[in-house]
């Protein structure tokens, strides 16, 4: 039996699934915890990658291997290996003014044509113009940035600080791959090239880049081990392949936040930046959209009404579509699709009749699913054609979320079995660095709703949504 291994490096943990190369079943896997917080020291998700590998049994009889992670973080590095800093997460928010003066300074419709993006606080290029002015020694050592999976691949195959790592700090062996790069603000997707002008109006001054691998391609080896290194790539993009996510596919993933993202042929330019313009892993583009209210909106409801996940969507199938009136406009953290940051969620059209059990748990599942619409409504809006919604994320799992869905989402929506589908991408890249092609492991569909669009949830969530933008 040939072994890969994929690794989901994520903000809250490591995960490492080990496959059959040829079925693609799970043979053994391991898991091991991130520390909290929205700035961290990278030195903890090594630490991680390695107690995962252990719990997972190790390398040794491990033909491939590869890393997906948290998009976007930024890893500082200088010139002797060291990390310059903790590194600032995706969701570290304290570039917000960052990205505000990139914008005021080149002008958004002229960054989405440069990088298929508009830069929020999330992207790589924010962190580093904060970096630059908030902490102007620091930028001033900066010698190269790396995003989490890449810094990951390069101490894999050896490489790091001097006093900690076997072939020390060769920054020119930094790799990445078009799906992460897409997420920095200083990439083009359209040419495939860095746009180093970005990169010094973020940082200060120019820097090594990680090298850009192809979707196939092999960074190297384990160090010490006959290992093929897998080119990595974003959490996203990662999970799209652990999916088997092609052309026609949208993946909607209801997790902590929710996102949704399609595979297109063609690349994405949104100057309003509600879409970002991303690459996939497989050669093509994931233009996505992310809100940052999904399942915890239903942690919300059942703590109120004092029920579990299960029971939650029991009481929601006792009502009828459109809660009787009731709407929920799901803003409990502000949100980022719209750009509300400050907005809270509003329950609207209660009465003494509809006010009930069933009708706010009803709610709570539609506007939940509508927010996640209103972003696959802004993807297919610029032409992309979506066969089906792929729906994935510990919530899709809830029949009354998947029944809810088949009525709110105006395509076929299916359910894949629960999976590690970040970590199942990751392996899918180590088998095709391995053999040169990209395998064809079966997805296990476990439900599909028969379509029943209900347009008038829909109706009712964009008249009550509508109010915060006017």
């Known amino acids: 039996m040939t072994l890969v291994a994929g690794v989901d490096s994520s903000t809250q943990s490591c995960k490492v699934v080990i496959r059959d190369l040829e079925s693609g079943d799970v043979v053994r896997q391991g898991r091991a915890s991130h520390p909290d917080g929205t700035s961290v020291d990278p030195a903890f998700w090594w630490e991680a990658l390695q107690s995962a590998l252990e719990e997972a049994g190790g390398l ?3 033909a491939a291997i590869s890393v997906g992670g948290q998009q976007h973080g930024m890893v500082a590095l200088s010139a002797d290996g060291e990390v310059v800093r903790d590194a600032l997460l995706w969701n570290d928010t304290r570039s917000a003014g960052a990205a505000a003066d990139l914008i005021a300074e080149f002008g958004a419709d002229v960054l989405a044509d ?4 508009v830069p929020v606080a999330s992207f790589t290029s924010t962190k580093l113009r904060w970096l630059r002015d908030a902490e102007p020694e620091n930028a001033a050592r900066v ?3 790396a995003l989490p999976h890449d810094w990951l691949t390069w101490r894999l195959r050896g490489y790091g600080p001097a006093a900690s790592s076997p072939l020390g700090p060769v920054l020119s062996e930094l790799t990445t ?5 897409s997420g920095t603000g200083y990439w083009n997707p359209a040419t495939g090239e860095y746009d180093r002008d970005l990169l010094v109006a973020a940082l200060g001054h120019d820097a090594v880049v990680p090298r850009v691998l192809g979707p196939g391609e092999s960074a190297g080896t384990v160090h010490g081990l006959d290992c093929v290194v897998g080119p990595g790539a974003g959490d996203n993009a990662a999970a799209g392949l652990g999916l088997g996510a092609t052309v026609g596919d949208v993946v909607v993933s209801l997790g902590t936040s929710g996102t949704v993202f399609a595979v297109t042929e063609q690349g994405f330019r949104d100057a309003t930046g ?11 583009h994931l233009p996505l959209v992310c809100t940052l209210n999904a399942s915890r909106v239903l942690d919300a409801f059942a703590r109120v009404l004092g029920v579990g996940y299960d029971e939650l969507g029991a009481l929601a199938m006792e009502a009828e579509p459109g809660a009787g009136g009731l709407t929920l406009v799901p803003y409990f953290e502000g949100e980022r699709t719209p750009n509300l940051p400050d907005a809270t969620a509003t329950l609207s059209g209660m009465t003494l009749a509809n006010t009930t059990r069933a009708n706010m748990a009803r709610a709570a599942i539609e506007g939940m699913l509508a927010a996640q619409a209103v972003g696959m409504e802004a993807i297919l809006s610029a032409g992309v054609v979506a066969k089906r919604a792929l729906l994935v994320g510990g ?9 809810i869905a088949a009525q709110v989402f105006d395509v076929p929506v299916e359910v894949p ?5 970040v970590a199942a991408g990751a392996a899918v890249q180590a088998a095709w660095a391995l053999t040169g092609s990209r395998p064809e492991w079966p997805l296990a569909v476990v439900a599909a709703p028969a379509k029943d669009t209900r347009p008038e949830i829909m109706e009712a969530y964009s008249a009550a949504a509508g109010a915060y933008l006017s």
Not at 417 to 421: D, L, R, S, T
Request: net charge negative; glycine share 10%.
């Open 60 to 62: 040794a009889d491990v």
């Open 114 to 117: 440069r990088t298929g993006l």
């Open 143 to 145: 010698a190269a940035v």
């Open 177 to 181: 791959d078009r799906s992460d790069v």
């Open 274 to 284: 509600i879409v970002a313009g991303f690459a996939s892993a497989s050669g093509e």
């Open 395 to 403: 919530s899709a799992q809830n029949p009354a979320v998947q029944a």
């Open 417 to 421: 079995e629960p999976g590690e589908y």
